[in-house]
T-cell receptor, first 113, second 115 residues
Framework: EAGVAQSPRYKIIEKRQSVAFWCNPISGHATLYWYQQILGQGPKLLIQFQNNGVVDDSQLPKDRFSAERLKGVDSTLKIQPAKLEDSAVYLC???????????FGPGTRLTVL | GDSVTQMEGPVTLSEEAFLTINCTYTATGYPSLFWYVQYPGEGLQLLLKATKADDKGSNKGFEATYRKETTSFHLEKGSVQVSDSAVYFCALSDPPTGANSKLTFGKGITLSVRP
């Protein structure tokens, strides 16, 4: 069974630029999560989707971050404009439902210069 | 709010040594507790979990017991191997079966095992 796919794996941009990350969850998984993992810290949930609807985006900095999950499958996370403090690994995870085990992708490492 | 506190790292052990990684939590309800592991270059993987007090989660020789009285979920292994070298995260889900079963993670600890 294929796991959660993410791209790109690495991205380097300058501050004030825009960047987008892509996630393809495990087939059939209705719930999709985006986490931000800053160096030396544990992952922090940014947004949770159930199919194509948002369940929780309370910790998403909505002035610069946006996410969508069109058709309830793939998802993109965008940052516009990026700040230095956005340097982190962005993890995507999926699960069958909200109460099931989450499976994580390898992450995208973002460096903002 | 909910929080998870892990012991400071990194931890370096010799092969076959005994491992303990401490984890304590703060939660408003009765959370489920998890240990996740991240091997170099890979994504987070669920290592073990416990859903109620006194439950013991176990996998790959690792064990952790849900201690409600001490709000702890310490990870142990009797004999570590080089292949156990990874970053270990303690996490909770509170409420465990609510509408928003989001995970709250600790900072993680890096374990290095020497041959």
């Amino acid at each position: 069974e294929a796991g959660v796919a993410q791209s790109p794996r690495y991205k380097i941009i300058e501050k004030r630029q825009s960047v987008a990350f892509w996630c393809n969850p495990i087939s059939g998984h209705a719930t999709l999560y985006w986490y931000q993992q800053i160096l030396g810290q544990g992952p922090k949930l940014l947004i949770q989707f159930q199919n194509n609807g948002v369940v929780d985006d309370s910790q998403l900095p909505k002035d610069r971050f946006s996410a969508e999950r069109l058709k309830g499958v793939d998802s993109t996370l965008k940052i516009q404009p990026a700040k230095l403090e956005d340097s982190a690994v962005y993890l995507c995870a999926s699960s069958l439902g909200q109460y099931n085990e989450q499976f994580f992708g390898p992450g995208t490492r973002l460096t903002v210069l | 709010g909910d929080s998870v506190t892990q012991m400071e790292g990194p931890v370096t052990l010799s092969e076959e040594a005994f491992l303990t990684i401490n984890c304590t939590y703060t939660a408003t309800g009765y959370p489920s507790l998890f240990w996740y592991v991240q091997y170099p270059g890979e994504g987070l993987q669920l290592l073990l979990k416990a859903t109620k007090a006194d439950d013991k989660g176990s996998n790959k020789g690792f064990e952790a017991t849900y201690r409600k009285e001490t709000t702890s979920f310490h990870l142990e292994k009797g004999s570590v191997q080089v292949s156990d070298s990874a970053v270990y995260f303690c996490a909770l889900s509170d409420p465990p079966t609510g509408a928003n079963s989001k995970l709250t993670f600790g900072k993680g600890i890096t374990l290095s095992v020497r041959p």
